[in-house]
């Protein structure tokens, strides 16, 4: 984070001596936060780059068919994943949220918060930005350090809701963060997750950077049973008293070593599951009604490019790699070629029955 400031004027850094310890105790978890997430993050702004996908996006462009998203102006999606409903009025110690129908989980308490569409009150305290991961989706962490140099040394660690049937995915993009063209280059990793009977399993798409990644930690969150072991690649990893899993134990998953590495997490409420982190398994095709609705808005031009699609569920909106024009070729074991026009007319040809679509894109092609 950048902070720009002027000769002449009031100091903002966040060490200033102008601020007190309540605020400085405030920005530093703020900072934190926004570091532990950098991961995340740099996904977006990669897929953001090469696709011109949204990194900050309003609700409605997950939930379309939630009409009483369209006016909502003060929360805001960043991916699919994380809502987040900020402080916008002065002195104010809590906020009203409106959370679409499904389950959320407080980031900052692990509060679980399922809801059919509601308003709620929650708690905003100076240190306390609201922020929510939606069921079914898998964050990539990283423990903050000093400088972002440093940081990118430490382990990466999965954050993860599970839905309502087990099941939870997501991606992660990582390069040098020095090379401006990396993307074009082809150096960088793009790996993905995904949680489905009790297992993590993992695969990637490009593995173009390092092989040198260590994933320490997973917790995960909304699990339906209490669970006091794991294993990894059939190894016993050890679960602690927090309920955290850690692995003493060196493995391989998408050539990065699991092993413990020791470092402090900075995390709160989170639970275990009996895992086996496995190999790259392949992966089916899912077309969501959120990528109908990126079709049918991206209006008189084309683009063919190859992609692989991560699937777990078929969850409205639900979307997990980088995302899409007017026409798009698939061509890695399967092919899935869609045109659409400026008067919404979408065409499927579907030429591997292995494909799954979900029922809203089936309820409107014609």
Known sequence: MRNHNTEGTPDQDPAADMFSDVEKKAM?????????????????????????????????????????????????????????????????????????????????????????????????????????????????????????????????????????????????YWDDGETLDAAEKGY??????????????????????????????VFLNNVNQTISAATVNGATAVVT????????????????????????????????????????QPRRYLVTNHLIYIWIKSALFILTFYRNCLACDDRECKKHDFMLPNLFKINYAMKLEISINFIDLIILYLTDSNIKVSNFAKSHMY
């Not at 400088?147 to 995915?169: H, I, N």
């Not at 309920?243 to 391989?252: D, E, G, L, Q, Y």
């Not at 092993?259 to 790259?280: K, V």
């Open 28 to 172: 530093l978890s703020a900072l934190r936060l926004r570091y532990t997430l950098l991961p995340h993050l740099y996904t977006l702004l990669a897929s953001a780059h090469v696709n011109g996908t949204t990194v900050a996006r309003p609700l409605w462009f997950e939930y379309p068919m939630d009409q009483s998203l369209y006016g909502n102006d003060k929360q805001l999606m960043w991916g699919d994943s994380i809502m987040v409903a900020p402080v916008l009025d002065k002195g104010a110690t809590s906020v009203t949220a409106y959370f679409p129908a499904d389950t959320w989980v407080d980031y900052a308490t692990g509060d679980i918060i399922t809801s059919s569409g509601q308003t709620m009150t929650v708690n905003a305290a100076l240190d306390k930005i609201p922020v929510y991961v939606r069921a079914g989706g898998i964050i990539p962490l990283q423990s903050p350090d000093v400088t972002t140099t440093k940081s990118r040394l430490l382990p990466f660690a999965l954050y993860a809701v599970l839905d309502k049937t087990g099941q939870a995915c997501g991606s992660l």
């Open 188 to 217: 960088y990793n793009l790996l993905y997750f995904t949680i489905k009977d009790n297992k993590l399993t993992s695969s990637y798409d490009k593995m173009g950077y390092s092989t040198n990644m260590k994933l320490d930690t």
């Open 241 to 280: 008293k927090t309920n955290s899993v850690r692995s003493h134990c060196i493995a391989k998953l998408l050539h990065a070593d699991i092993q413990h590495g020791g470092h402090e997490q900075s995390f709160d409420h989170y639970l275990d599951i009996n895992l086996g982190l496995q190999l790259p």
